[in-house]
């Protein structure tokens, strides 16, 4: 892939809240990419959020935005189920591409869209923000630098209560709602981007209206564990506690988006606060860092990772009996 000279023009494909925290964020950047346009399914709804967000063009449809030549990356915020045919979509259509976590909904769907971007010679990324905010990446770097010496045990959690409202998004299954792909990817990214892909999982949980409501995974790989849990029902503590064989690192609540962590050794216990917040804008900035050097794939979340963390969802979603209209 060549890289990409000049200004990085931006779109954004969906007008719901979490695209209206991307484009509040986009503006934390600072350098000379630009929030050109946004899609949606109606010339309204477009229309508002260009206005609200200060952003110069709207289309009534993701096939326009796709078509305009002056848009060079996307930003792929629809509802899950979509995440498959719009990023292909975009890609054909010769966008580079950074879609919302989850990835998709299965490892087949990434790897239709992984196909794509081969094809079409585009980047594609992930949007799992937690990768790049500098608490979290802080506090895994600290770990990985040997500090609490071999991890042994990882405990995170990411439960929360959301409305009992089987149309809430989290709660419908056309929607591609669960606890799992929503919240428990982030404490599964987190044990993964630590000790890598496990050698064993097992899941257990509960069902209701057809989408996983609460699921606690046990992964384990030879000299380690953990125990992961998420929920839609429960006030959980969000927070991540790792345990190693010479010491521990808690990361606050909210783990995937803390400023400080913890880390405790025999000289005892050592608190860290990142001057830096959370925010969209640190994964968009190592987009336009991949942009600029043609590279077509992040190598702090590359493909492979974003894919097999999907395969492990599959994997707990069929031991939990999750199954979503649109897989075959």
């Not at 400023?259 to 190592?286: C, I, K, N, P």
């Not at 992040?298 to 939990?320: F, G, K, M, Q, Y």
Request: charged letters at 20%.
């Amino acid at each position: 892939m060549d890289p990409l000279t000049g200004p990085i023009r931006w779109g954004i494909a969906a007008t719901g809240k979490i695209a209206g925290q991307f484009a509040t964020a986009f503006r934390q950047l600072n350098d000379d990419s630009e929030l050109v346009a946004v899609g949606s399914r109606t010339a309204e709804t477009a229309e508002r959020f260009a206005a609200a967000h200060h952003i110069p063009t709207a289309y009534a449809s993701y096939q326009d935005l796709a078509e305009d030549p002056s848009v060079d990356a996307i930003y792929i915020a629809s509802l899950q189920p979509r995440h498959v045919d719009d990023a292909v979509m975009f890609l054909n259509a010769g966008k580079h591409v950074l879609v919302e976590k989850p990835m998709a909904l299965s490892a087949a769907e990434a790897d239709r869209m992984i196909d794509s971007a081969t094809a079409n010679d585009r980047f594609l990324m992930e949007a799992m923000w937690m990768r790049f905010n500098p608490g979290p990446r802080a506090a895994v770097n600290h770990i990985i630098s040997g500090s609490i010496g071999t991890v042994r045990s990882i405990t995170a959690d990411f439960s929360i209560v959301v409305p009992d409202d089987p149309n809430h998004r989290l709660r419908s299954q056309e929607k591609g709602g669960g606890s799992l792909l929503d919240l428990g990817i982030y404490p599964l990214t987190l044990a993964w981007w630590l000790l890598g892909k496990p050698h064993e999982i097992t899941a257990e949980g509960t069902v209701d209206g057809g989408v996983d409501t609460h699921c606690r995974i046990v992964a384990s790989w030879p000299d380690s564990s953990a125990t992961l849990t998420c929920g839609l029902n429960t006030v959980g503590p969000l927070h991540a506690l790792i345990e190693g064989d010479r010491g521990t690192v808690t990361i606050d609540a909210p783990f995937h988006a803390a400023s400080t962590f913890t880390w405790t050794d025999a000289e005892g216990r050592h608190d860290v606060v990142s001057t830096d917040g959370s925010s969209l804008h640190y994964q968009v900035m190592e987009v336009n860092r991949c942009l600029a050097a043609g590279q077509q794939q992040s190598v702090e979340n590359p493909w492979t990772t974003s894919r097999d963390i999907l395969a492990a969802c599959d994997h707990i979603r069929t031991a939990l009996g999750v199954r979503y209209p649109t897989e075959p």
